[in-house]
């Protein structure tokens, strides 16, 4: 279907109308320096994703040009006619269902609604002196979320036929498909039975995508004070998804976002590549306090100077166990035993045993990504010491050492993924993001 036609409208896709968006918010004193707070909220997302698909199928042609006919004696055409054999030109919306026949396409369901988040929060605040303690809880829960899906799959209950659905048949778009691989008098019988068979792929944009995040939060602050200041925050979470959506993850360096089984995307459900269940930061600053000394080079030596440092602690990255997918089969394993390994190194972070390959027409049962087993958690501190001079009371000078990753502490990445490979299990890299340490001084000068 395309908008404008046949008494459709002009827009992309239906107008909804009911995105109530409320808004709900509470902060009560239980008693002098103890506060708790709490909100929900429902909101949208305000496209249907960061790659809406708009379908250009019929409305956009490349014409191939064609240097020469002769092998490059002579070219084929000129400045002022570059294309003598004629420029392909769109067919728009006439053609109507036979529209890029033989050709991949795309496009969106007109029925296609806007993502909605859920988000709740609950937390206590009590202060002590110079201190500040939060207790909370939080959870984001995400609904008809937009991802890409292929209609252009073999259905499940097909799979059944076993090597009857490579048997070569009759084609019965021969002669009206004239180019491309549904052209030839014959094909193998699985093309015929998915879904659209007259185009080789069909992708849109559905809202089949839903996510769960529920984390509990603890926080420890100590105003600056005598020269101290400290902020300490600790996450724990879970996030649950079934697909990260039409974005990007730049947040692990393992994982899956992609689909086995197009039939049961309620197996897809599992550890969300951009779960971290465990998370601690504490930074903090130390002003040295001036020595009391008469001699006034030992109060300049002894003042100005400042110690630095942020420590942070969190779980590694998620890890997908795929296998080379069969003959019309899936891309995961079978899972058949236990995940958990007393003693991991880098030459076997996974269990072999757990896993076990699947036959060809079949699926494997192996989550998407794996539930409790992640890559190695990253420890790391970063830390400066500064030293400030005063001359005349009117100029200073600020030296200034850094240190990025102070214990030059190493992080391994992702092991081997892929069953079957000799390479299974084994890590023969660092995670990104991580580095050797890395000193770094400088001077600023005030005036």
């Excluded at 068979?197 to 944009?205: A, D, K, N, R, Y």
């Excluded at 459900?269 to 306090?289: C, D, F, M, N």
């Excluded at 006034?296 to 602690?313: E, M, P, T």
Aim: net charge positive; glycine share 12%.
């Amino acid at each position: 279907m395309y908008p404008g036609v046949n008494g459709l409208s002009r827009g992309n896709r239906d107008s909804t109308w009911n995105n109530f968006g409320p808004r709900l918010g509470l902060i009560y004193e239980l008693r002098p320096s103890t506060v708790v707070r709490a909100g929900f909220s429902i909101s949208y997302l305000p496209t249907t994703g960061n790659f809406v698909r708009l379908s250009d199928t019929g409305f956009s042609s490349a014409t191939a040009y064609a240097a020469s006919v002769n092998g490059g004696l002579t070219p084929s055409g000129s400045l002022s006619d570059p294309f003598p054999q004629g420029i392909v030109q769109p067919t728009g919306s006439t053609l109507g269902g036979a529209t890029g026949l033989g050709t991949s396409i795309s496009g969106n369901p007109r029925s296609l609604v806007s993502g909605t988040a859920q988000q709740w929060s609950l937390n206590l605040q009590q202060q002590v002196a110079s201190w500040t303690l939060e207790l909370g809880y939080t959870g984001t829960h995400g609904l008809h979320l937009p991802a890409s899906y292929a209609y252009g799959h073999l259905n499940q209950s097909n799979l059944a036929l076993g090597s009857a659905v490579t048997q070569l048949v009759p084609n019965p778009y021969a002669g009206i498909i004239t180019t491309g691989t549904l052209s030839s008098a014959t094909i193998p019988r699985g093309t015929l039975l998915r879904d659209y068979p007259q185009f080789p792929g069909v992708t849109s944009t559905l809202n089949w995508g839903g996510s769960n995040y529920q984390a509990g939060t603890l926080r420890v602050q100590r105003k600056y004070r005598t020269g101290l200041s400290l902020l300490a925050a600790y996450t724990w979470s879970k996030y649950l998804d079934n697909t990260l959506g039409d974005g990007t993850n730049t947040f692990a360096d393992s994982g899956s976002n992609s689909v086995q089984n197009w039939d049961d995307l309620k197996a897809e459900k599992a550890i969300s590549t951009s779960s971290q269940p465990h998370r601690l930061v504490v930074s903090g600053g130390y002003e040295i306090p001036t020595l009391a000394s008469r001699a006034r080079w030992v109060r300049n030596l002894a003042a100005g100077w400042k110690i630095n440092g942020i420590f942070s602690a969190y779980s590694g990255n998620v890890i997908a166990v795929t296998a080379n997918a069969p003959l019309y089969g899936g891309s995961r394993p079978n899972l058949i035993g236990d995940l958990g390994m007393p003693n991991r190194t880098v030459n076997a972070w996974l269990n072999k045993d757990a896993f076990q390959a699947i036959p060809a027409y079949s699926f494997g049962n192996s989550p998407r990504n794996l539930p409790r087993t992640f890559t190695e958690a990253t420890i790391n501190l970063d830390s400066s010491v500064t030293k400030t001079l005063t001359f005349q009371d009117r100029y200073k000078a600020e030296f200034r050492m850094e240190a990025f990753n102070t214990l030059n502490s190493t992080t391994f990445g992702s092991p081997g993924s892929v069953f079957g490979n000799p390479n299974f299990g084994v890590i023969s890299s660092q995670r990104s993001g991580t580095a050797p340490r890395v000193l770094q001084f400088g001077v600023k000068c005030y005036f």
